[in-house]
């Protein structure tokens, strides 16, 4: 099929876009002169406007290990004190939280001094970001709208890793047809956070792409052996045993911690609402099973549906089928609003604006006992299957394969 052109821009349509996109942009450089402060101790988390929040734990994680001392990432009261006596006394619980495959992106970067670590690993995964949305071909100014978006600079400020999955999944998903073994490499490459793949075998399964699931896990298993030569197979053991059930206490921990205002799940929504465990679990398995069946229908081999769309529809579902998730994981609602808006004749405007601001308006909505959760990856699903049914029904059947 041929792919559909960018439609045709109104001066009300520029209009309304440079405003947003200018707006978010102020808004994202106010929250971030908020949290990061230069002053007598340098620009460090020594601040209690912490630059280095998350990413403090990918770079002194990896220094632990890379000195010898990979067990202290499972031992949370030793890895605390660690991290303080890294940064500050003062430095916020953490906890390690990573599957191990992480030290092998973390490691070469806690071979640097902090700052410089984090400029390359920040700079680094949103230029990966910028390559990844490349193959859309939305256009320079939509690809700089998503580069900038209220989701990318929250996940830069904290030095967190939603630029490089967002990169990897839908770089992967559009790889996919034409290139599966590289597809296959970036799918298994994103094992690091593997909730956000959970569809990622079921897109593959209904498309046939046996190609890039051979190269996915050949990938994730070449990744699990290098990490257990570099840093000892018992890493793997402690993950399972020690690592996966703190995550899960912390994900069940009694409503509201501070950070369940930055979720942005059907599992958390659930939560906010005043659900108990066993009804937010539920909401969020049917909601998975919906967003699986969603997935496997769009990868079916049919022409009439385009290909851009199948993949940014499946970013977007990534966020309604996972549990965990925080709003820095969701840049996919800023690539889903770009492509939508460059391609899409029947234009929701205000929605769209108001949906590139989601990262930040969830985290405010949320602290004011409103939790938008993930209302707006919901309707951004619904709209693109509408768009995607009515798009069917005037293309003809060409039933041509999607594996390449």
Not at 22 to 37: P, Q
Not at 80 to 107: H, I, K, N
Not at 151 to 157: F, G, K, L
């Amino acid at each position: 099929m041929t792919p559909s052109p960018n439609r045709a821009f109104a001066t009300v349509d520029v209009a309304t876009a440079l405003v947003v996109v200018v707006v978010g942009f102020c808004a994202g450089a106010v929250y971030l002169n908020a949290l990061w402060m230069l002053d007598e101790n340098g620009f460090s988390v020594l601040s209690r406007r912490l630059p280095y929040w998350d990413f403090s734990n990918l770079w002194g994680g990896s220094r632990m290990a890379l000195d010898g001392h990979v067990a202290y990432l499972f031992d949370v009261e030793t890895y605390r004190a660690t991290l303080r006596a890294m940064f500050s006394p003062l430095l916020p619980d953490q906890e390690w939280s990573y599957p191990p495959s992480v030290l092998l992106f973390g490691a070469p970067l806690a071979a640097l001094p902090i700052l410089p670590a984090y400029l390359i690993w920040t700079f680094g995964t949103v230029f990966c970001l910028w390559l990844a949305v490349r193959p859309l071909k939305i256009g320079p100014v939509a690809e700089l709208a998503i580069v900038l978006s209220p989701a990318v600079m929250i996940n830069a400020i904290f030095g967190q890793n939603g630029a490089l999955t967002a990169a990897l999944l839908l770089g992967g998903l559009l790889a996919a047809p034409k290139r599966p073994v590289l597809a296959g490499v970036m799918f298994g490459l994103l094992t690091f956070k593997p909730h956000l793949g959970l569809l990622i075998p079921f897109c593959l399964l209904a498309s046939g792409n046996w190609r890039a699931i051979a190269s996915a896990a050949v990938t994730t298993a070449a990744i699990v052996v290098a990490t257990g030569a570099l840093f000892g197979f018992d890493v793997w053991t402690n993950f399972f045993v020690e690592t996966r059930p703190l995550m899960t206490a912390i994900m069940e921990a009694p409503y509201p911690q501070p950070y369940h205002f930055n979720a942005m799940t059907v599992f958390s929504t659930a939560r906010a609402l005043g659900f108990g465990l066993a009804g937010a679990y539920g909401l969020q398995a049917a909601m998975s099973l919906a967003a699986i069946a969603v997935a496997i229908w769009a990868w079916l081999p049919d022409d009439r549906i385009e290909h851009r769309q199948r993949a940014v529809l499946t970013v977007v579902l990534a966020m309604i089928a996972t549990p965990y998730g925080y709003t820095y994981d969701s840049i996919g609602v800023a690539i889903a609003v770009a492509f939508i808006f460059m391609t899409s004749a029947r234009l929701p405007l205000f929605l769209l604006a108001a949906s590139w601001f989601y990262a930040v308006a969830a985290q405010i909505l949320n602290n004011l006992g409103y939790p938008i959760g993930i209302l707006v990856p919901l309707w951004l699903a619904v709209w693109m299957v509408a768009s995607i049914l009515k798009d069917k029904r005037v293309r003809p059947v060409l039933s041509l394969p999607l594996a390449a």
